[in-house]
Structures are given as C-alpha cells and as structure tokens.
C-alpha cells in the first residue's frame, strides 16, 4: 500500500477518514475554503464528481483556514455550506494546515520535499491528482477551474 493510501486523516464530523478507501480511485485532493472568490469551484468540482465517480474517480476535499482566514467555520457549518449551496457529495476531511511547521503528512506527501510536485501551497483550491498507486500525478494551482481542459485530459489520462 502507497504511503498517500496509508494516511487516515480526520472526517468532518471526527470520524477517521482512512485514504485506503482511495486504494482503486483516481483522487483529485483540492484543499477548500467556504468564504473565498474561488468558493464557486466548489460547483466543478461536484461536477467531476458525478460525471468520473463511475469510473473510478473521486474529489476529496480538505478545508483548510490558513489563506485570509477563509474557512472560519466548524466541521458541521462547512458541511451544511457544502451540501446547501453546492450539493457536495464527495469526502471532507475535517481542517488541515497545508503549510507551515503544522503541514499535515498528506500535504507534505504532496508537496514537501522529495514530493514530486515540491513547494508551499499557494491559496485555496490548490488541486493534486493522485493515482491509484498513490503517486502525484499532477499539480493544479487554484485558479485551474475543474472544468479546464489540462485538468480534464489529466483526469481522461488516469482513467484511461
């Protein structure tokens, strides 16, 4: 099992959040925030959700508060954000630091050193792509809208 398919992050209601049940999907983690000018990907990225999940694809969600303090809220407030204004039925962990001296295991797998696709990120709604084997297929920045056409011939790519 990849070390990205090891990690059990924490759901949005408390409950373990294990990335094993990613284990034969593609993954798009995008780290998330309910009060940003970027809050309506939110909308795409249900979008993927729906029309790849059959296929072997899956959003995961990471709130994140550390850009302008953008996801202020608790874990039952983004939920009912999500689910009442855009439908989401894609996996939320709960808060995560993404930088910093407190970056989750997930986010240093992603982008600390040695990851494939290095370096801080950058706002919210930053997008990686990982495989079925674990491995960081691609990086997006945040202003990669979920229906850009590089994100979806990645997307086609991995399912293919």
């Known amino acids: 099992m990849s070390a990205f398919h090891q990690l059990v ?8 959040l294990p990335l094993a049940q990613f284990g034969d999907r593609i993954t ?19 979008r993927l959700q729906q029309q ?9 969600g990471v709130p994140c508060n ?3 303090a953008q996801e202020p809220g608790s874990d039952d407030e983004i ?6 204004n855009y439908g989401v039925s894609f996996p939320l962990s709960g808060k995560l630091e993404v930088n910093g001296p407190q970056r989750h295991p997930l986010y ?3 982008a600390g050193e040695g990851a494939d696709f290095p370096g801080d990120i950058s706002w919210n709604f930053e997008k990686f792509l990982v495989g079925k084997d674990g491995r960081v297929l691609a990086r997006f920045s945040p202003r990669t ?3 850009d056409p590089a994100l979806i011939q990645a997307i086609e790519s991995a399912l293919a």
């Open 79 to 84: 939920r009912s954000f999500c689910t009442l």
């Open 9 to 16: 992050l924490p759901g949005l209601g408390g409950e373990e």
């Open 108 to 110: 240093r797998l992603l």
């Open 52 to 60: 790849y999940a059959a296929r072997g694809f899956s959003v995961l």
């Open 145 to 147: 809208a979920p229906d």
């Open 28 to 46: 798009l983690v995008v780290n998330v925030a309910s009060q940003c000018g970027l809050t309506p990907q939110y909308a795409g990225l249900e």
């Open 66 to 68: 550390q850009f302008a």
